[in-house]
């Protein structure tokens, strides 16, 4: 029976197990996707899920929560102003975890652990409405300049005509 035995002790003892999940989970927000064995995978989802947790409660207190486990304040800022709204409509479920094979050096089942929901990508949108609008601008260029040639073409050929029969 597994009565009492809510965690995984992965080798370690229980500062050392602490401080490697602090890191694991902070560099998770930093970079949206790490790779790290199956059995760390899993541990690690609990406590990524808590953090989105926090980030979408949004107010001081989880703020100073989030802060005793994610080591740095630019990842306690992506994950209140980035992340929590990214979930914003999902109730759990936060990460997901992707079996990649085995590891060369001791054969240990490898996974990538990373957010359920991929990041928008903002910049692509926003280029591509700018790229819209500068062919836009670029169309009704071209039409106001062969409009303008076209009036000057009608106005010097008038002013012939006139010559002419003058």
């Known amino acids: 029976m597994r009565h009492l ?6 080798g370690m003892n229980a500062s050392h197990r ?8 902070t560099s998770l927000i ?17 406590l990524a899920d808590r953090m989105v947790t926090l980030g979408k409660r949004g ?8 802060l005793k486990t994610v080591r740095t304040k630019t990842a306690a800022k992506k994950l209140f102003d980035e992340l929590a709204p990214r979930f914003k409509e999902k109730q ?3 990460t997901r975890i992707v079996k990649t094979g085995r590891r060369l050096g001791d054969n ?14 903002e910049d692509s949108s926003t ?4 790229k819209k609008e500068a062919k836009k601008e670029a169309k009704k260029e071209t039409k106001k300049d062969t409009k303008k040639d076209t009036k000057k073409d009608t106005k010097k050929d008038t002013k012939k005509d006139t010559k002419k029969e003058g």
Not at 34 to 43: F, L, P, W
Not at 127 to 130: G, I, L, S, V
Request: glycine share 4%.
């Open 127 to 130: 280029k591509k409405t700018a």
């Open 5 to 10: 035995k809510a965690y995984r002790k992965l």
């Open 108 to 121: 240990a089942d490898m996974s990538i652990l990373e957010w359920s929901v991929p990041q928008a990508s």
């Open 59 to 66: 107010d001081l207190h989880s703020m100073r929560l989030s």
């Open 30 to 46: 930093e970079h949206e996707r790490i790779e790290t064995t199956d059995i760390r995978a899993k541990e690690l989802r609990r």
């Open 92 to 94: 759990g479920g936060y």
């Open 18 to 25: 602490k401080a490697m999940m602090r890191n694991m989970v």
